[in-house]
């Protein structure tokens, strides 16, 4: 079993939809929470940073951690063509490797 | 946040030879890391270089594969030695941000052995 769970995707919406992206972890101990955004042949970009359960908005983004269930979600409203790109999830334990998530592609359809 | 600088982008490369990758951060960073992204693969910890110090690696990765050289606080080379097809991937520095901000990455190079 993976530490971090991701679906890979794709996942493929019209523009103005709210997209839901999610991961689940099996090590309780993880503590900060991070997603990422990866367009093609670039590297990462870090887009939220969350530390234990709870939301977090910046924008368009909305960052959920819940630890009791071991699940994160990132949410982007009113989704735009310029958000087609792979959302990965990542998590550590504090000054630890990153720990990532497989990575789900998503594509905003006009 | 950090801006890290990483070079070559790509390269394709012989079967047997070796490439070193440089990624130059524009500050002092303590701990730099080093990922190894395969084809419609996530990022994997390849090790975290340290100034003055050897690298540590992770499961599955030896420094004479993948000897790491960090001179000094801002700069950090990854060579990938004796390479074969299965080391085309995408490998790419990291560095932490200060005051618990996450990390950033460099935008990678893109690997293809022949």
């Known amino acids: 079993q993976k530490e971090v769970e991701q679906d890979p995707g794709p996942l493929s919406v019209p523009e103005g939809a709210i997209v839901s992206l999610n991961c689940t972890y099996s090590n309780s101990a993880f503590q900060y929470f991070m997603w990422y955004r990866q367009y093609s042949r670039k590297g990462p970009e870090l887009l939220m940073y969350t530390y234990s359960s709870g939301n977090k908005e910046d924008g368009r983004f909305t960052a959920q951690v819940d630890k009791s269930s071991k699940y994160i979600s990132l949410f982007i409203r009113d989704s735009q063509p310029s958000d087609s790109a792979t959302y990965l999830c990542?998590?550590?334990?504090?000054?630890?490797?990153?720990?990532f998530g497989q990575g789900t592609r998503l594509t905003i359809n006009p | 946040s950090a801006v890290i600088s990483q070079k070559p982008s790509r390269d394709i490369c012989q079967r047997g030879t070796s490439l070193t990758i440089q990624c130059q951060v524009d500050?002092?960073?303590?701990?730099m890391f080093w990922y190894r992204q395969q084809p419609g693969q996530s990022l994997t910890l390849i090790a975290t270089?340290?100034?003055?110090?050897?690298?540590?690696?992770e499961s599955g990765f030896v420094i004479d594969k993948f000897p790491i050289s960090r001179p000094n606080l801002t700069f950090s080379t990854l060579t990938v030695s004796n390479m074969s097809p299965e080391d085309s991937s995408i490998y790419l520095c990291?560095?932490?941000?200060?005051?618990?901000?996450?990390?950033?990455f460099g935008s990678g190079t893109r690997l293809t052995v022949v």
């Open positions: 990542a998590m550590n334990l504090g000054a630890q490797k990153l720990v």
């Open positions: 270089a340290n100034q003055g110090s050897e690298a540590t690696y």
């Open positions: 500050s002092q960073v303590t701990m």
């Open positions: 990291s560095v932490e941000e200060p005051n618990n901000y996450g990390y950033t």
